[in-house]
């Protein structure tokens, strides 16, 4: 089973998604920033790295969204995602065909990776404050 991280960005009521390369496996699906954790790395060490490395950010970790387990044809990923913030930095292009800014409302405007439903499904069900 691999390890791997991603980062559920905030900015108010919205999250940063990005689209993978069309040349990678699940070519042109969207997804949360993130990827595999190196040996000798903690799960949050990934993180910063990951951001750093995709979108030349500086990301403040917060806490555990959600954990899950999701089995694809090539692997199987044990998945943690964790709430962010940008610390540092404004998200550039340098891995991903896209990225955006979405509320909870347009998630259905983009066909995501599968292991990535459990936290749509959870974003869906948070009671969303316009006002905030």
Not at 85 to 99: A, N, S, V, Y
């Amino acid at each position: 089973m691999t390890e791997v991280v991603a980062a559920l960005i905030w900015d108010q009521n919205k999250f940063l998604i990005c689209q993978r390369p069309a040349h990678k496996a699940r070519g042109l699906l969207w997804e949360f920033v993130g990827g595999k954790v190196e040996p000798g790395e903690t799960r949050k060490e990934a993180l910063i790295r990951e951001c750093q490395e995709e979108l030349a950010i500086t990301v403040a970790v917060g806490d555990v969204f959600l954990e899950v387990t999701h089995s694809y044809p090539d692997c199987t990923i044990h998945l943690t995602v964790f709430s962010s913030t940008i610390r540092q930095g404004i998200p550039r292009k340098l891995e991903h065909r896209d990225i955006r800014w979405i509320a909870a409302e347009e998630i259905e405007r983009y066909p995501f990776c599968p292991a990535d439903e459990a936290i749509l499904a959870k974003l869906r069900q948070i009671p969303w404050n316009p006002e905030k």
